[in-house]
């Protein structure tokens, strides 16, 4: 497959802090390549060295066009905007520092206007928009000279549920026409947008691949969820560890573990927990999803 975008070893220190740690990965043309970490793990930085906002310490991003500077569109993490002009205004604006004529200004920018749901507030003032509105007129802005690849920070941060839906289908939309890369900490969102999925954490590249592909790779297993009255940790962890030697979590009156046989382990765990007298409030079997092997590649710590 073609790639549009190459990173090579990419490193990137403030201080003593390493933001990014050699990561190394493509981009393919017309594919929606998604970042998916949790709060802090350089998902930011890489989208802005990718981008040419600032300079990695070492390492090179390539992209595969030889006026790389104009197909590049950036939507940032924070809104940016211009409060006291309109919508259209502003679309006009970009356009025109993008050389656009006033007709594909024009024609552009009411195909976005339109397709981002902000037409009937196109007169309106910037700043008397919704945070919704705004976040959706930034998609616009980073859009309006149809750039090749374009850089989506947290597109849906902030966005009531219609707003999501109605710009996760809009990037379906265009993802054969424009690169889209994207980053977020919203597992069902970066399952259910990206081709292809970059899980980092702490400035390293843990996994790479589909959705399907990064399950099978970090493990077959099925997952087994039993919620139980009483102390698991005194009264039944113990003899499940001593019995069946099983990589067991537990919570408060949960407990999880993953197995090639779940079938043959719950029988035996059931009879373990009728006998110590323990009662199930609710058991289930499942495929171990996406969120399952985020946590398991990034830990349950909370990030700032």
């Known amino acids: 497959m073609n790639w549009i975008l190459r990173a090579d070893s990419l490193v990137k220190k403030y201080g003593n802090v390493i933001a990014v740690n050699d990561i190394t990965f493509e981009i393919f043309r017309g594919e929606i390549f998604g970042f998916l970490g949790p709060n802090g793990a350089g998902k930011t930085t890489t989208i802005r060295m990718m981008s040419g ?18 197909s590049i569109g ?17 679309i006009v604006f970009t356009g025109k ?15 976005l206007l339109g397709a ?36 989506l920070d947290e597109p849906q941060a902030g966005l009531d549920p219609q707003s999501r839906i109605l710009v996760r289908e809009y990037i379906r939309s265009i993802k054969n026409k424009t690169t889209v890369v994207l980053t977020t900490h919203d597992m069902e969102e970066a399952e259910k947008l990206s081709d292809r999925i970059c899980i980092i954490d702490k400035g390293k590249l843990l996994s790479i691949g589909t959705a399907d592909e990064i399950i099978n790779i970090n493990g077959f297993e099925d997952l087994v969820e039993i919620d139980i009255e009483g102390d698991i940790e005194t009264e039944l962890l113990p003899f499940i560890d001593k019995e069946f030697g099983l990589d067991i979590s ?55």
């Open 53 to 70: 906002l600032i300079k990695p310490d070492s390492g090179k991003v390539i992209i595969n066009n030889p006026d790389s500077l104009k």
């Open 74 to 90: 950036i939507c940032p993490q924070h809104i940016v905007i211009w409060e006291n002009l309109t919508c259209y205004e502003q």
């Open 97 to 111: 520092m993008y050389n656009l004529s006033s007709e594909e200004v024009r024609n552009k920018g009411t195909e």
């Open 116 to 151: 981002l749901g902000l037409r009937g507030v196109k007169d309106r003032l910037a700043k008397k928009l919704s945070g919704g509105m705004q976040r959706r007129l930034n998609i616009a802005l980073a859009l309006i000279h149809s750039p090749e690849i374009v850089f």
């Open 250 to 304: 537990v919570t408060t009156r949960r407990i999880t573990f993953k197995s090639g046989n779940p079938v043959a382990q719950l029988e035996k765990i059931m009879k373990t927990i009728r006998e110590h007298n323990l009662n199930i409030n609710s058991l289930q079997m499942r495929k171990r999803s996406l969120e399952d092997i985020f946590i398991s590649l990034t830990g349950r710590s909370l990030r700032e």
